[in-house]
């Protein structure tokens, strides 16, 4: 008697969306809107059909993508998810890594895409900060300035660092950002002499 393997059990609609999403960011960045949806489909594994499935048109898609990588609330949660029993140090560089994938990822796909739908409307700036600054909270003897300043300071350079015509130079790594925002270029602010 033969058995037939079991049927692979068929994807609900948003798990088709889901897989259909991280299939195209990448190809959107790199081709831009030209990207066709033989290309999505020959990179997601499936059938240039079943992108019709999931979404009513290309258009949709892209916009779908944009809004997806957009959403504060998964980079939210990853934040607020940051382990504060390591070292400073060790959140510090984990927060520069999130904030720098997150900016060079939305960069990137606004640069090839252009700006489509609508755009999140709450202050997240602000919020990030907040998040950021409750992470660092636990350390607040050793910061020289409150936790939502230092929270601010890392967002900015972050920021900056993710945007290649900013840095108009080398390439940041995560390492070296994440020193500079610790220690500064100097090392320790030069304490001021005793008078004799």
Do not use: N, W
Not at 13 to 22: H, P
Not at 79 to 108: G, K
Not at 117 to 132: I, R, S, Y
């Amino acid at each position: 008697m033969t058995v037939k393997p079991a049927r692979a059990r068929s994807l609900s609609v948003e798990d088709r969306q889901s897989m259909i999403l991280d299939a195209v960011t990448p190809l959107l960045i790199e081709r831009g809107q030209g990207v066709t949806t033989r290309q999505i489909a020959e990179c997601a594994g499936i059938a240039e059909g079943t992108i019709f499935r999931a979404f009513d048109s290309k258009d949709e898609l892209i916009r779908a993508a944009m809004h997806r990588q957009l959403d504060p609330e998964p980079f939210r949660l990853d934040l607020a998810a940051l382990d504060r029993s390591v070292p400073l140090e060790q959140r510090v560089r984990a927060m520069v890594t999130l904030l720098r994938r997150r900016f060079a990822t939305s960069f990137a796909l606004m640069s090839s895409v252009g700006a489509m739908g609508k755009p999140h409307t709450h202050d997240v700036a602000h919020e990030f900060t907040g998040l950021l600054a409750r992470v660092l909270a636990p350390d607040l003897a050793r910061l020289t300035v409150s936790p939502e300043r230092a929270g601010q300071v890392i967002r900015m350079i972050a920021l900056a660092a993710s945007v290649p015509h900013i840095t108009a130079g080398a390439a940041f790594d995560d390492d070296e950002l994440t020193a500079l925002i610790l220690y500064g270029i100097i090392g320790a602010q030069a304490q001021p002499k005793a008078a004799s």
